[in-house]
């Protein structure tokens, strides 16, 4: 695709199409005036986390040792 129609070289991060530099994306969750510093006030971080692990490849019973 032509550079010319890829004014910032990239596909955007929220719509199947190319960015036109909007800048959308970086735009608070929270607060629509803020734009986005990182905080993780949106992300509701704990100080744990637990995961649940379906499998881990290569441990299936033909190479137990
Ligand atoms: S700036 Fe706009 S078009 Fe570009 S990635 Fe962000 S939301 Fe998408």
Redesign the pocket.
Known sequence: MAEEKRP?G?M????D?E????????TCDLDPNKICDNCGKCLDIRDYAAIKIDGIVGLDGNNKK
């Open positions: 910032h990239q955007c991060v929220l719509y199409r960015c036109i530099g909007c800048m959308e994306c970086e």
